[in-house]
């Protein structure tokens, strides 16, 4: 095997014109060698692929697998060390292989097993827990054909579920959409699960970093967040089929919308509608388990909190201000020059 460089340099000299002949004299290499990388179409890394070689202790490794499974029922501090059970292995059966085998076996498949053990998802919510999530619908929005987003905030121990309709998937939109729910059912879940692209915030491994506006609104209304894993939709089963129901149930035919704001008063009357829906497997609909979730959740705070984040911007000689990519706003031409606060909002700024 030749390296990279030199094969590029080969298919380099063939491009230009050279002889196989030729080439051999600049680089040195046979011309079979030559014919052979010539001709080959496609230089993509290949999978390492395992020889396969046996061990030793490849007979014993079931031994070895039974007493790491039976020490997952031990107290932590009595379980066996890779030298506690090669020492068994010596003396209980006929092993005659060395330690540093059954060190890095046992090593390995402790590791196995405690992935296995973290991949454990949670299928039972709660009462009082809840995902969101955001969803995308078309609709006639002020006389225009639109794609527009709404969020969904679902609760997986009734199937009872909630949305509001916005432009954006702003932080602005997930609180002002959660600050809506809340005041509908009248208390605040304990704890939201929330999908990793919403404007809540996200998750890099094991860091979660949260939106301020977020994290100032969790503060205020008590409650527990937590985000799922990137493409990892199954922590969030329940939001996700909500999606889709709702799109169905919510947005279809496409609806035309004037007023947003009495669109999404509508919305979360509609969605009380269902309430009436039999659960699909618990013998009850899904209000009357809702009542379940609305015992556990959160007391509303004495004052609603303001979905509104603050930003500041330079009024220019036409009187206006660019404000979150360039969107221009007229303030007024007396203001030329003057800095002015800006306030983003769910609808407006």
Known sequence: MISMPMIESIRDMSRRGLTNADIQRETGVSQPTIRKYLAMDDFSPAMPVSTGRGSMLDPYKPFVDAILEADRRVWRKQRHTARRIYERLAAETPYEGGYGIVKKYVRERKAQMRASDMAFMELVWAPGEAQADFGDADVVFCGDRMRMHFFALSFPASNMGFCQLFAGKTSECVCQGLKDVFAHIGGAPHRIVFDNATGAGRRCGAKVTEAELFSRMRAHYGFEAAFANPNSGHEKGNVERKVGWMRQHLFTPVPAVDDLD????????????????????????????????????????????????????????????????????????????RPVTVAYGAHSV
């Open 262 to 337: 009495a669109f999404n008063r509508r919305l979360l009357e509609r969605c009380d509608a269902y309430a009436g829906t039999a659960h699909y497997e618990r013998g009850s609909t899904w209000g009357e388990l809702f009542e379940r979730d609305r015992a556990a959740l959160v007391p509303l705070p004495a004052r609603p909190f303001s979905c509104v984040r603050y930003g500041t911007a330079v009024v220019d000689k036409r009187g206006c201000a660019s404000v979150d990519g360039g969107h221009r706003y007229h303030v007024s031409d007396a203001m030329a020059g």
